[in-house]
């Protein structure tokens, strides 16, 4: 089957996988080898849905800065870009991707 240019991008797309999980801090005493929150994969169409989905994980489990070790974003087996502490999206090259 032949997609055009930009019906294979969306497919793409809508394969990506976003990592969410969490570490202990050793600011504050906490094993940085143990996670703080189960660790969930959710599939997203967009990366402005992966950030969407980042803010929500780290609010709900009430994540600093030192405890965010998730945000890692994959295209199939391939990791595409990457979801910081406070939402903003980078590619693998540490260059901002803007979502807005």
């Known amino acids: 089957m032949n997609l055009a240019k930009k019906e294979s991008v969306i497919a793409q797309e809508k394969m990506m996988i976003v990592n969410l999980s969490s570490c202990g801090n050793p600011d504050f005493q906490q094993n940085p080898h143990e996670s703080l929150s189960p660790e969930v994969h959710f599939q997203i169409a967009t990366l402005e849905g992966a950030s969407l989905?980042?803010?929500k994980y780290i609010a709900s489990w009430n994540l600093g800065g030192g405890n965010w070790s998730g945000g890692q974003v994959y295209n199939g087996d391939i990791m595409v870009a990457q979801v910081s502490y406070n939402g903003r999206v980078w590619d693998l090259n540490?260059?901002?991707?803007?979502?807005n």
Do not use: H
């Open 94 to 99: 540490d260059k901002e991707i803007l979502i």
């Open 53 to 55: 989905i980042c803010l």
